[in-house]
């Protein structure tokens, strides 16, 4: 019996300096330590502007730090070896692998092309805007760098959807590429912008076939080459679903293997991310998009918040066995296009709320286990230094999660500023079981159940600062306390060891 638990294991402003392939080698043990069973790593191939990019604007998916390419042969995170290497250490200490899988779009080609194209209009992408024209774009990939290893299929304007560009009066357009496959956008889940396939730099085009079998074979040297244990899919409602099952099946198909798959769908909508899951059959767990904004909302409103609605319209509720459940990521942390950032004081609540129940598969941020400190430029272009402060122990909720959250869940919703369950634990895991209480209000206190097998039991809070001891009955009931605006969490006194 093991609970799944994730960790993004970067942040959007790691420096090159951290090299955090190395970093992630020596914290290995540690992460096994505390329960992580799969490490989310960043885009591992070498971005278009080389090291001073995260990894999204991809440039060449083969190249993970070995050739000399965008002024760099690392990336931002080390090189191909060192990612190899951080890849074994993980492995060594029980963490499986995440791939940060970017094929929507390709940036920095390495020469010009006269490509017909025709503008559309931004908000509403299958409205044309003019006639259609032919225009330059860097959309030819040849990779001088990479002379052909492990690929020689060279990119051009027909594997393509679209692209962004510039006219003559500096004006930034978006283009469809009339390229021969049909002409038109690519199907894609949802009605955003009428259709949002396109997003960002050159557009991938999959009803190329030349394009999809180039994609599949990448998939299965990146399997082969880095020992991957799954995926993490960016910008999936701006690419066919169709492709992305097709995908999937193939590398399970020829790996007679099931890879943990989640998926980046960024959509305030728990309907539209359920649709895409059964779009998709059940291939992919989705990032909690609605689930992250109650949580943004609730560290906001403060005591006017009602927690029995916590759960309300997110993925969570309605689809529990495909929610991937987070507090922040590289997208909402501050300075970000995304920036929603949930407030530090609730953040304690949230992971709780995570980490410490049994439905939903939960992603920690990086930040929130060793805190970040980073400047950058703001909407009006001043700079600003940012400092995120780690979640205070929260390696205590993690190993509580890895060794005593198991069993019977019992739940105490009942009141709107305080929330209470309990799990009862199981045989096979000595002194499992715990109670937890939260509160956005005043000091409080709440009876709760877990069970005969925890009767008379002395309990101990292990999070929340509470120095009492707790003694339950004979049906293991007891009244359990918590701290103003704070978390607590309640162990049997005999499971303290297993905390050390």
């Excluded at 990019?53 to 995170?77: M, S, W």
């Excluded at 009602?306 to 509720?317: A, C, V």
């Excluded at 292990?462 to 009492?468: A, P, Q, S, W």
Aim: proline share 4%; net charge negative.
């Amino acid at each position: 019996m093991q609970n799944i638990t994730l960790i993004q294991y970067f942040h959007w402003h790691i420096t090159p300096e951290e090299n955090l392939w190395n970093f992630a080698a020596k914290e290995a043990p540690r992460l096994g330590w505390m329960g992580i069973t799969h490490a989310w790593l960043p885009p591992a191939y070498k971005s278009a502007d080389g090291v001073n990019e995260p990894g999204y604007a991809v440039y060449d998916h083969f190249d993970l730090g070995e050739f000399d390419q965008k002024g760099t042969v690392r990336t931002r995170y080390g090189t191909k070896d060192e990612y190899l290497n951080a890849i074994k250490a993980l492995h060594d200490n029980g963490v499986g692998v995440l791939a940060d899988i970017v094929i929507n779009h390709k940036q920095g080609g390495d020469e010009k092309e006269k490509v017909p194209v025709q503008q559309v209009d931004s908000e509403n992408r299958n409205m044309a805007v003019g006639e259609p024209k032919e225009i330059e774009a860097y959309t030819h990939f040849s990779f001088p760098g990479r002379k052909g290893k492990y690929s020689d299929y060279k990119w051009d304007w027909q594997s393509f959807t679209g692209v962004d560009a510039c006219e003559e009066d500096g004006s930034h357009c978006i283009f469809l590429i009339r390229n021969g496959y049909g002409d038109e956008w690519e199907r894609v889940s949802g009605e955003e912008k009428e259709n949002f396939d396109y997003l960002m730099g050159s557009d991938i085009e999959f009803r190329n076939p030349h394009v999809k079998d180039e994609i599949k074979w990448w998939g299965r040297w990146y399997v082969e080459t880095a020992s991957l244990d799954g995926f993490r899919l960016d910008a999936l409602k701006h690419i066919d679903p169709a492709f992305i099952s097709e995908w999937l099946d193939h590398l399970k198909d020829h790996f007679r293997k099931d890879f943990l798959t989640i998926g980046e769908y960024w959509q305030n909508d728990a309907g539209e991310l359920k649709q895409y899951i059964d779009v998709t059959g059940g291939r992919v767990h989705l990032l909690d998009v609605p689930l992250h904004f109650n949580f943004v909302d609730a560290s906001l409103a403060g005591a006017d918040y009602d927690l029995r609605t916590i759960f309300d319209n997110s993925l969570l509720q309605i689809a529990p066995e495909r929610s991937i459940t987070f507090i922040d990521n590289h997208d909402t942390q501050p300075l970000q296009a995304l920036e929603s950032p949930v407030d530090f004081w609730f953040k304690p609540h949230a992971y709780a709320l995570t980490l410490l129940r049994e439905a939903g598969i939960p992603c920690v941020f990086f930040p929130s286990l060793y805190g970040a400190k980073y400047s950058d430029k703001n909407s009006e272009g001043e700079t600003v230094e940012i400092e995120i402060i780690g979640v205070p122990d929260l390696y205590k909720m993690l190993i509580t999660r890895k060794e005593l959250s198991f069993g019977i869940q019992r739940d105490y919703f009942d009141d709107a500023n305080v929330l209470g369950w309990t799990r009862e634990g199981v045989d096979d895991k000595p002194d499992s079981g715990l109670a937890v209480i939260l509160t956005n209000s005043q000091a409080t206190s709440k009876t709760m159940e877990l069970g005969k097998r925890n009767a008379n039991k002395v309990f101990v809070d292990i999070y929340g600062g509470r120095t009492e001891k707790v003694t339950t009955d004979e049906n293991g009931v007891a009244e359990f306390f918590v701290n103003e605006r704070y978390v607590s969490v309640w162990i049997r006194e005999e499971a303290l060891g297993r905390l050390a």
